[in-house]
Nanobody, 121 residues
């Protein structure tokens, strides 16, 4: 069983900040696209932020300018720094490692257990 280990979730007031971390085995971290997704209550899972290729990134429109994805290759860890949190950011956040073909077919897809982020108003 592949282990993506997330940490850093919690309860924060609106306007506050949190940093999520996701540690992965080196073989997974170096060979797959790393990213973050979230699932809010009653909603489908959605992309939050992802490394698309190399150091290029992509963000959901709702978090642009507030969230930053980063990585530490020496620690095989990806981070999600979240600023100016809003109640609508409340969700379970999942770390993801994925490999796809050039046509978008998923070859490998690994998920963490999720970490709860709750933003109070």
């Amino acid at each position: 069983q592949v282990q993506l280990v997330e940490s850093g979730g919690g309860l924060v007031q609106a306007g506050g900040s949190l940093r999520l971390s996701c540690a992965a085995p080196r073989s997974i971290f170096s060979a797959n696209r790393m990213g973050w997704y979230r699932r809010a209550p009653g909603k489908q899972r959605e992309l939050v932020a992802v490394f698309t290729s190399g150091s290029n990134t992509n963000y959901a429109d709702s978090v642009k300018g507030r969230f930053t994805i980063s990585r530490d290759n020496a620690k095989n860890t990806v981070y999600l720094q979240m600023y100016s949190l809003k109640p609508e950011d409340t969700a379970v956040y999942y770390c993801n490692a994925r490999a796809t073909t050039g046509m978008g077919v998923i070859l490998r897809d690994y998920w963490g257990q999720g970490t709860q982020v709750t933003v109070s108003s």
